[in-house]
């Protein structure tokens, strides 16, 4: 038997989290009313709470900077890299 996963849009996922911290309804209410898991709801609450912090830092725009840094750097290797594979593998043809 075969049960295909549904898949649920960041803005569903982010209003059933917030339900789920409001605490108007409990998990097990808001799990049958959308028929979710519960344990998924728990989930989606945590990471609604552990993404809290982060949303207020002034700190979020140089780690997006940092990261996108580092992303072209790493991505600067992986072409010289390459271009030095190519170049090694036509010497040792030649040595052949």
């Not at 996963?5 to 917030?18: E, N, P, T, Y």
């Not at 728990?42 to 979020?60: A, C, D, K, T």
Request: aromatic share 8%; hydrophobic share 40%; no cysteine.
């Amino acid at each position: 038997m075969f049960i295909m996963r549904r898949k649920h849009d960041a803005s569903f996922k982010a209003r059933i989290a917030l339900e789920a911290v409001k605490e108007e309804k409990t998990i097990g209410q808001l799990a049958s009313e959308y028929a979710i898991h519960p344990n998924q709801i728990r989930q989606w609450r945590q990471q609604l709470l552990g993404m809290l912090p982060e949303i207020f830092s002034n700190r979020r725009p140089q780690q997006e900077k940092e990261r996108d840094e580092l992303e072209a750097e790493l991505y600067r290797q992986i072409g010289q890299l390459k271009v030095e594979l190519d170049w090694l593998k036509i010497k040792s043809k030649k040595l052949l």
